[in-house]
């Protein structure tokens, strides 16, 4: 139903700002929007900011994707939810400010050339692929509100030296920081039970690891190819390492196996 007369008695809500509007009126979104609808800005490569609504509570997917020239954006404190591949290709976007989303959705919602991101205290999950081949990310800080990371979050992250892991996660999901060819060093504080398979994989520079965590288990390939690695700490309450957890990590030349330990894979 639409209405292309606006009068006094009508009332309306849930009001989505579409491509067909854009290309009907413009890049000003109105401030009666509440959401915005899936690609609605895709392609639009002279833009370098734009000003969301405090209405809006939705940002569809691959909303801003290919918007080459966007450099700025906040989202506001009302946005719960973010699509698939919102900034995807947003080649010159270095700062986007989200002041209270609840939770970051899958599949690349940032993409390439962000150098900083503060995460909203809101937020309990990073997601799948939520920094992807973000590979100017230099520092990201992780608030105690977050309990869970998920799949691939932080792979191929050039440019990402160290990340403080909070006592908070739970989680850590495969491949979480795989091919982060930078970073150096990493403290796994956190009360979770395993570490997934491949979740440090040819991680080249990454020289030290401290799990204090009482992790029981370690899964196939989690450190295979860390060619600069040279320091494990490994619990007292591990139980079992998988298969090539080691391999080709030609700088380890000794390593403290607790006696815990019952189960070493091929």
Do not use: H
Not at 98 to 106: D, G, L, M, P
Not at 116 to 144: G, H, M, Q
Not at 171 to 176: F, K, L, S
Not at 259 to 265: F, Q, T, W
């Amino acid at each position: 139903i639409f209405r292309r007369e606006k009068k006094e008695t009508n009332e309306c809500k849930n009001i989505e700002y579409t491509q067909e509007d854009r290309n009907t009126y413009g890049t000003t979104i109105p401030i009666e929007v509440n959401s915005l609808g899936d690609i609605c800005f895709r392609w639009c490569d002279d833009i370098q900011s734009i000003n969301i609504p405090t209405n809006v509570s939705k940002i569809g997917d691959k909303y801003f994707e290919y918007c080459t020239s966007l450099r700025i954006i906040n989202i506001p404190t009302n946005v719960s939810e973010i699509g698939n591949k919102c900034f995807e290709r947003c080649s010159s976007l270095k700062s986007i400010n989200i002041e209270s989303a609840k939770f970051i959705t899958t599949d690349n919602v940032f993409f390439m050339n962000i150098n900083e991101f503060i995460i909203p205290t809101s937020i309990t999950k990073i997601a799948d692929y939520c920094f992807y081949r973000c590979s100017t990310l230099k520092s990201i800080n992780i608030p105690t509100s977050i309990i869970e990371f998920g799949f691939d979050c932080f792979s191929c992250c050039d440019s990402l030296s160290s990340i403080t892991i909070p006592t908070s996660i739970t989680e850590i999901g495969d491949w979480c920081f795989r091919e982060s060819s930078n970073l150096v060093d990493i403290v796994i504080p956190c009360p979770i039970v395993k570490l997934k398979s491949m979740r440090f994989i040819k991680c080249s520079s990454l020289k030290s690891v401290d799990i204090s965590a009482p992790i029981a288990k370690i899964e196939r390939e989690c450190f295979k190819e860390c060619i600069s690695l040279t320091n494990i700490i490994l619990p007292t309450s591990l139980c079992e390492i998988g298969d090539k957890c080691f391999q080709k990590c030609k700088s380890l030349q000794t390593i403290n196996i607790p006696s815990s330990v019952n189960k070493i894979g091929s």
